[in-house]
């Protein structure tokens, strides 16, 4: 059974992917924190993605890692940025690169091209990057990174630019309509993270999104590359909520 390392295991997309994936692999999980709710197949270790050698130590015996850790709010402040995100990627590569590891799943964002969507232009993972942020900057800066890694040392690195990843309900109670866009489902999650763990590509990137009708970034290569297949659509849950509430009324 392979061996996989996760990053920022603690986060809310960790959460997600533990319980699928912990059958599949032997989950290392690493946090600033413990975690206490370790199951079978799951092994938590305290690393700090700033500390190189933490994370060489961390990375030993793996075959992959899902890279989570990072500040995540647009609001980020650029010293955060380049310690944690920019920083803590750059340790996580060098530190797989020197372990032996396979490949990597670097958990980018879709901030890495948000001007795009601030002008309302329908955008591919090949368009070039216009980051809406310092820390759209910080995770652009994470993609090249990586392939540098992979052009130079072989590194296989897979570049997910995440929506937004939230329950169901998040839909429902949501204050504006971006979800409807944005969404990624949980269940997506699991599986577009699993099937970049089993493709063969070398590097490529791709958007994080469910099935959205919505939809203002492409999956196309997503979908061919990995073979990633949604399953939900932000705007079926909404307009099954709209429904429900007009049966009530």
């Given amino acids: 059974m392979e061996r996989i390392l996760m990053t920022g295991a603690a986060g809310d997309i960790g959460q997600v992917l533990r319980p699928d ?29 700033r500390d190189l050698a933490a994370m060489e130590a961390a990375a030993a015996g793996m075959d992959a890692v899902i890279h989570l850790a990072g500040f995540r709010e647009t609001s980020a402040q650029w010293e955060d940025c380049y310690a944690v995100n920019m920083g ?3 340790n996580v590569l060098e530190a797989a690169r020197r372990q032996g590891v396979r490949r990597v799943v670097f958990a980018s964002s ?54 937004s990843m939230r329950p169901e309900r998040a839909i429902l109670e949501r204050t504006d309509d ?10 997506d999650t699991v599986q577009l993270v699993s099937r970049s763990l089993q493709t063969q590509v070398v590097f ?16 196309n290569n997503a979908r061919t590359d ?4 949604p399953q939900d659509d932000a705007e079926i849950i909404a307009r099954g909520a709209g429904s429900d509430k007009n049966r009530q009324n």
């Fill in 178 to 187: 971006r979800i409807l866009s944005a969404w990624l489902s949980p269940r």
């Fill in 110 to 163: 879709n901030h890495v091209t948000g001007c795009y969507e601030r002008e309302g232009v329908y955008t591919r993972p090949d368009m070039p990057v216009r980051p809406d942020s310092l820390y759209g900057v910080s995770k652009a800066f994470g993609e090249n990174l990586a392939r540098f890694y992979a052009d130079e040392f072989g590194l296989s690195v897979i570049c997910l630019r995440i929506g």
């Fill in 88 to 90: 803590g990627t750059y």
């Fill in 204 to 219: 490529g990137i791709y958007y994080g999104i469910s099935g959205n009708t919505r939809a203002c970034w492409d999956l």
């Fill in 21 to 49: 994936l912990r059958s599949q692999y032997q989950l290392r999980l690493s946090d600033t924190q413990p975690i206490d709710s370790c199951q079978d197949g799951e092994q938590s270790i305290i690393a700090d993605v």
């Fill in 226 to 229: 990995l073979g990633y297949q």
